[in-house]
């Protein structure tokens, strides 16, 4: 069952990027830009606790 429900979710969401380009590119570039956020974050956490 949990296989056929990835399917479904796989066709789903290629089915969504191919008919709304603009919004699904809208979602991945925010999802990009919040995990650039989060490893720029973690970088900073480690250069502030070498500089202490």
Known sequence: MK????????F???FWI????GPA?????S???GV????SNIGTFFVD???N
């Open 18 to 21: 191919g008919t709304n380009p």
């Open 49 to 51: 606790l070498s500089n």
């Open 36 to 39: 650039a956020e989060i490893f």
């Open 31 to 33: 999802l990009g830009d």
């Open 25 to 29: 590119a809208d979602v991945a570039r």
């Open 12 to 14: 789903l969401l290629v």
């Open 3 to 10: 296989k056929i429900l990835g399917w479904v979710l796989v």
